[in-house]
């Protein structure tokens, strides 16, 4: 515990020094470090709460250990604010279609279903899960569903498109750090399958260095050169 809140005395201060010399025009005297608390109002985005408290959308999404900074909030729901940083993140915690990126036809190891969050579209759950739209929509299907961009109605389980044979490594892990964009990254999966095996989590009140025992998929792998896809 110790060493790993060393590491990461280690990373921030590094990271601050880095910041600092790369923009000699952020005095970090200025800023305010001092971290805190934040209830949202009704409707309330987190864009709308980061304008607010003038901290980076990112920041305050990896601060409390957001499952995706877009999740629409409640009201009251209790928001963690960072010390402010001489350059706000507003977008590397965002997942968004990279320029050139590919999809694939199948999930790589599961798992099978997936259960719409608030604020889902059906071209936003491909993204997620890697897919391109149309093999989500092969297999795929809420009520009422209009166009891909449409929001869909929370809560319905739906049918995703299996890579076989394939496999990744389900075990339970602590989340200590990021949104499911950088664990998953970490681990070798999708923010898309994070959410799939933890779909009651947003985010954690918890103190920093410590978070909430989630089920981690890693190590997601076709099995063969010959994938059938299982629908
Ligand atoms: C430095 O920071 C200021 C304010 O935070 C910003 O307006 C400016 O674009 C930044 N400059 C560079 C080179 O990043
Ligand atoms: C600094 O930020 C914290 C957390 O958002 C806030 O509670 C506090 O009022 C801010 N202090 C100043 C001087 O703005
Ligand atoms: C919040 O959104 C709902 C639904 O769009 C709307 O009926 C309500 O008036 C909004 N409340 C506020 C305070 O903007
Ligand atoms: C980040 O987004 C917030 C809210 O949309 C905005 O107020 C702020 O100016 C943005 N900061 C940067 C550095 O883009
Ligand atoms: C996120 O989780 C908290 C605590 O479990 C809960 O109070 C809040 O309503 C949840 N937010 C959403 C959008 O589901
Ligand atoms: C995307 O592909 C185009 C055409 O092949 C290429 O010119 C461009 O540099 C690529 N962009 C990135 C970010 O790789
Ligand atoms: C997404 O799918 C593409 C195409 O199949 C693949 O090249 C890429 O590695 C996948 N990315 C992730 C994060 O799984
Ligand atoms: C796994 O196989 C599927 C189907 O051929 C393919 O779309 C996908 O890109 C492959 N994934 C990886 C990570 O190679
Ligand atoms: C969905 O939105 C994307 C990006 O905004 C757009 O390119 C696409 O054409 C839209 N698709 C449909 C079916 O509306
Ligand atoms: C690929 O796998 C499928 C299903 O196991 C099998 O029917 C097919 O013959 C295989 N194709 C090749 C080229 O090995």
Same mark, same amino acid.
């Given at each position: 515990m110790s060493s790993l809140h060393m590491l990461f005395s280690f990373l921030l201060a590094f990271s601050l020094g880095c910041t600092v010399s790369a923009n000699?025009?952020?005095?970090?005297?200025?800023?305010?470090t001092t971290s805190g608390v934040y209830y949202a109002q009704e409707n309330q985005t987190l864009f709308d709460i980061a304008d607010v408290v003038s901290r980076g959308v990112c920041d305050i999404a990896r601060y409390n250990r957001m499952?995706?900074?877009?999740i629409p909030l409640t009201t009251d729901e209790e928001i963690l604010i960072p010390p402010q940083v001489c350059k706000p993140d507003n977008s590397t915690c965002l997942i968004v279609s990279e320029p050139n990126a590919t999809y694939a036809n199948c999930v790589v190891g599961g798992p099978h279903t997936y259960l719409t969050l608030k604020g889902d579209t059906m071209a936003y759950i491909a993204l997620k899960l890697n897919l391109t739209i149309d093999a989500l929509m092969s297999t795929a299907w809420v009520p009422n569903m209009g166009s891909v961009n449409d929001t869909v109605e929370v809560g319905q389980t739906i049918k995703i498109p299996q890579c076989s044979p394939s496999q990744c490594i389900i075990r339970p892990g602590e989340f200590?750090?990021? #949104?499911f964009k950088d664990l998953a990254a970490k681990l070798g999966s999708t923010p898309g399958q994070l959410m799939a095996l933890n779909p009651t989590y947003n985010h954690t009140v918890a103190p920093q260095g410590e978070g909430p025992i989630l089920t981690m998929i890693r190590?997601? #792998?076709?099995?063969?050169?010959n994938i059938t896809i299982i629908s």
């Open positions: 000699v025009s952020c005095d970090p005297s200025t800023l305010n499952a995706d900074a877009i200590i750090y990021g #949104t190590d997601c #792998t076709n099995l063969s050169k």
